[in-house]
């Protein structure tokens, strides 16, 4: 069974920072991408960035550029986003997702995952 577990949000203030934490079982650790959403109230869910099976990595550059950053720990089987600089407009709930995949390629369309965290609430105050 697959699961993934996210931890690290809260309550920030503006340039503050969060790690947030997607712990994955029942995929092995070479064998998925992921990815990193959110999704502000009354938003679609966008995605943010991703990393792929191999540890490449790609940021949706338009809300997050230079503000983020993804990696892998290979022994806890746990891919983390870090995010600095934090603005109000980040306010969201964060999800990451998960795909068995080995291409190069992350997707940005939250369709082409199959396995879901059960998202984090992250909040920048001003």
């Known amino acids: 069974q697959v699961r993934l577990v996210e931890s690290g949000g809260g309550l920030v203030q503006a340039g503050g920072s969060l790690r947030l934490s997607c712990a994955v079982s029942g995929l092995p650790y070479s064998t998925y991408a992921m990815g990193w959403f959110r999704q502000a109230p009354g938003k679609e869910r966008e995605f943010v960035g991703g990393?792929?099976?191999?540890?490449?990595?790609?940021y949706n550059a338009v809300p997050v550029k230079g503000r983020l950053t993804i990696f892998r720990d290979m022994i806890k089987n746990t891919v983390y986003l870090q995010m600095n600089s934090l603005k109000p407009e980040d306010t969201a709930v964060y999800y990451c997702a998960a795909e068995r995949s080995r291409d190069r390629h992350v997707s940005v369309e939250p369709a082409e995952y199959t396995y879901w965290g059960q998202g984090t609430q992250v909040t920048v105050s001003s």
């Open positions: 990393v792929n099976w191999s540890g490449g990595t790609m």
